[in-house]
């Protein structure tokens, strides 16, 4: 049958679906899923982190100017997750907070194996 989306599936396998309509919508057992992260993305989303934990734009200006109300200290993890959000989508990753948030938690449990 032409449309399987409103059964639900057995399978384990991402194959199911050979063809998606929108590559930036993705569904997996019937679940909303980011696309998956491009290292290029991954690389602007450390950068980002990287001017919230020590300030500076990895340049060796030591400020950017586009991020942030000064140090990170002070700032809750929702508004730091915010403003990592703002400055990849300012640098063409267009990501939300939760997501940035979430793959940068996953991105140090993996560096910390």
Request: no cysteine; glycine share 12%; charged share 25%.
């Amino acid at each position: 049958s032409p449309d399987t989306s409103s059964s639900p599936s057995l399978s384990p396998l991402p194959s199911e679906h050979p063809a998606r309509p929108d590559p930036n919508q993705q569904f997996r057992k019937g679940k909303y899923v980011s696309p998956v992260w491009k290292p290029h993305e991954m690389l602007w989303l450390a950068r980002a982190w990287r001017i919230q934990y020590q300030g500076g734009d990895g340049s060796g200006s030591g400020h950017e100017a586009g991020i942030g109300i000064g140090s990170g200290r002070g700032k809750t993890r929702a508004e730091k997750d915010r403003e990592v959000a703002e400055y990849l989508n300012k640098h063409g990753v267009n990501r939300d907070a939760k997501t940035a948030g979430t793959k940068w938690d996953n991105m140090l449990g993996e560096f910390r194996k």
